[in-house]
């Protein structure tokens, strides 16, 4: 029995799995808000608690940097140590992935039919691949081909500096700038809360008019970034359209940048819980325009696949996978 965890700041998923000839059969998940509990050693006992079978592997991705088996969760008050979770659990093998990495690796178990091909020239060869992820914030992973096989390497990519492209993009890093008080990072932009802050930007500058329906959503709601998303996909309304068009293009934009940095001529995937959330926008060709639009490299990239994955939930995948792998 193997337990995985797909750890991020709004909610984190745990899940059995059992190991078999046949593979890793889920067994049993559970989703947790994150914010409602002081740590994650809180959650796995909760989980565990009518458990009787035991681990014998677990694997957390987790929404951070992990530095020798400690990670301290970017967007949460907490320090996780792979020692004192095992010492909680009393697992013998226990083992923090970045996000990221464990996505990653989720997205290489995918089938055929869960994946949206972005790029119809695309010529694909076996090479690293590139793995960008917005949604709470923006994860960036890297999917190093070794000959033989992929090895996911964490990357903090997303809080690099934001490079704007055009006179719309100088205004939103002025903006941004005034609002964070210096630094403007891709997450600042490539996220749920990044959606709100290129809306809000808009807004402020006046590019669209905003609709009082709009206005009586965004004050109601929880999650703001899924009524501009919504507004502007089955609405049509002006300012969330403009909103959600810039993001995209921002979008592919990094996810272009990310791809040169590591010469991703395997291909660039494109995980999260946002871009299943927001296809028509992703397919309009906007996406693929900015990711292309690199100056002599362009010709490279229009070369490359950038493929969008339809399961969200490739997080706990390779989480499991990789506790799988602690078997062996």
């Known amino acids: 029995m193997l337990l995985a965890g797909d750890v991020g700041g709004t909610k984190t998923i745990l899940a059995q799995y059992e190991k078999s000839t046949d593979g890793l059969v889920r067994v049993r998940e559970r989703i947790f808000a994150s914010a409602d509990h002081a740590s994650l050693d809180e959650i796995v006992t909760e989980f565990l608690s009518d458990q009787s079978m035991p681990l014998e592997a677990a694997c957390f991705g987790v929404a951070g940097p992990v530095i020798?088996?400690?990670?301290?969760?970017?967007?949460?008050?907490?320090?996780?140590?792979?020692?004192?979770?095992?010492?909680?659990?009393?697992?013998?093998?226990?083992?923090?992935?970045?996000?990221?990495?464990?996505?990653?690796?989720?997205?290489?178990?995918?089938?055929?039919?869960?994946?949206?091909?972005?790029?119809?020239?695309?010529?694909?060869?076996?090479?690293?691949?590139?793995?960008?992820a917005a949604g709470t914030g923006l994860g960036e992973a890297i999917l190093f081909w070794d000959g033989m096989?992929?090895?996911?390497?964490?990357?903090?990519?997303?809080?690099?500096?934001?490079?704007?492209?055009?006179?719309?993009?100088?205004?939103?890093?002025?903006?941004?700038?005034?609002?964070?008080?210096?630094?403007?990072?891709?997450?600042?932009?490539?996220?749920?809360?990044?959606?709100?802050?290129?809306?809000?930007?808009?807004?402020?500058?006046?590019?669209?008019?905003?609709?009082?329906?709009?206005?009586v959503a965004l004050a109601a709601s929880e999650d703001p970034a899924r009524e501009i998303s919504h507004h502007a996909l089955e609405k049509g309304d002006p300012l969330a359209r403009q909103a959600l068009s810039l993001f995209t293009r921002?979008?592919?934009?990094?996810?272009?940048?990310?791809?040169?940095?590591?010469?991703?001529?395997?291909?660039?995937?494109?995980?999260?819980?946002?871009?299943?959330?927001?296809?028509?926008?992703?397919?309009?060709?906007?996406?693929?325009?900015?990711?292309?639009?690199?100056?002599?490299?362009?010709?490279f990239l229009r070369k490359i696949p950038v493929r969008v994955a339809l399961n969200s939930n490739t997080g706990l995948l390779g989480a499991a996978d990789y506790a799988a792998r602690c078997l062996l």
């Open 250 to 299: 921002i979008y592919g934009a990094e996810a272009g940048n990310l791809a040169l940095k590591c010469l991703a001529r395997g291909g660039v995937l494109i995980g999260g819980g946002i871009a299943p959330k927001i296809l028509p926008a992703l397919t309009d060709g906007s996406f693929l325009e900015s990711f292309c639009a690199k100056g002599r490299f362009s010709g």
């Open 68 to 132: 020798e088996g400690r990670s301290r969760i970017t967007n949460l008050p907490w320090v996780i140590d792979e020692r004192v979770l095992a010492a909680s659990t009393g697992v013998a093998r226990v083992k923090l992935l970045n996000d990221l990495q464990a996505m990653a690796l989720g997205l290489l178990r995918l089938g055929p039919e869960e994946w949206l091909d972005l790029n119809p020239d695309a010529e694909p060869v076996k090479g690293n691949r590139a793995v960008l």
């Open 149 to 215: 096989n992929y090895h996911p390497l964490a990357t903090e990519g997303g809080h690099a500096d934001f490079a704007p492209n055009d006179a719309l993009e100088d205004g939103l890093l002025a903006y941004l700038r005034g609002k964070f008080s210096g630094h403007v990072s891709y997450e600042r932009i490539l996220s749920g809360p990044g959606i709100v802050n290129v809306y809000e930007y808009l807004r402020q500058a006046q590019h669209a008019p905003e609709s009082p329906e709009l206005a």
